[in-house]
């Protein structure tokens, strides 16, 4: 079982800078990955990036040079910095994480981003 505790959202001005934290209750070499995905209502949540065991990081949308996923293993924590914040980030974040041992994927219980114009 994993564990996974989001923090760092909030209310934010358009241009503004946010830091999201997702600390993880196990060792977070014992995780093939953590990403950050996001949803808006009415939508697909999306992947925004994800930073595997290596830590080699992976955006699907490489034209987004604002969001960069890092991580300290001495906290067993990932982080989403998100600079020059737009209306359209406005999104619950979720922090995931896949387990080597299973598979299987764990959540987080999402952290509310919202950026006004």
């Known amino acids: 079982q994993v564990q996974l505790v989001e923090s760092g959202g909030g209310l934010v001005q358009a241009g503004g800078s946010l830091r999201l934290s997702c600390a993880a209750s196990?060792?977070?070499?014992?995780?093939?990955?953590m990403a950050w995905y996001r949803q808006v209502p009415g939508k697909r949540r999306e992947l925004v990036a994800h930073i595997n065991v290596l830590g080699y990081t992976y955006y699907p949308d490489a034209s987004n040079d604002r969001f960069t996923i890092s991580r300290d293993t001495a906290k067993n924590t990932a982080y989403l910095q998100m600079n020059s914040l737009k209306p359209e980030d406005t999104a619950v974040y979720y922090c995931a994480a896949d387990l080597k041992s299973t598979g299987a994927r764990y959540w987080g219980q999402g952290t509310q981003v919202s950026v006004s114009s």
């Open positions: 196990v060792n977070i070499f014992t995780l093939n990955k």
